[in-house]
C-alpha cells in the first residue's frame, strides 16, 4: 500500500489531537518522545520526528514505525493524520489492542 504525504507538521497536530505527553527523560534522545496515557497509566511510547521547518514528508520506514508504536493498521494511522478519526475513536482501538 503506498502512504500519503504525511509531514511534521501533521504529526505535530496528532500529538496535540491525543494530549501525548512528552517524556521527561534526563537522557538526550536524537527524537522527541511521547507517552500515550490511559486511565492515568502511560500506555504506549511514541518515537516522534525532529521538525525542521516541518514541509517535507516523513520518510516511509519512519512512518511504519510511529504506526506499529500506535498499535494501528495503515488505513487507521492515514485517517488520524488527515483528521477524520477522533481522540475518542483512537483510544478504542487501543483499549481493543491492548485488551482492556
Not at 496528532?14 to 497509566?41: F, N, Q, T
Request: aromatic fraction near 8%.
Amino acid at each position: 500500500m503506498k502512504w500519503r504525504n504525511i509531514t511534521a507538521r501533521d504529526l505535530e497536530k496528532v500529538v496535540s489531537k491525543l494530549s501525548l505527553e512528552p517524556s521527561h527523560s534526563k537522557r538526550r534522545a536524537p527524537h522527541p518522545i511521547y507517552w500515550y496515557c490511559l486511565d492515568g497509566k502511560k500506555m504506549l511510547r511514541i518515537k516522534m520526528p525532529n521538525v525542521h521547518g516541518g514541509a517535507g514528508s516523513i520518510s516511509t520506514g519512519f512512518l511504519k514505525q510511529i504506526q506499529n508504536n500506535m498499535r494501528m493498521n495503515t488505513q487507521q494511522f492515514e485517517e488520524l493524520a488527515e483528521c477524520p478519526l477522533t481522540a475518542e475513536e483512537y483510544e478504542s482501538i487501543v483499549r481493543e489492542k491492548l485488551g482492556l
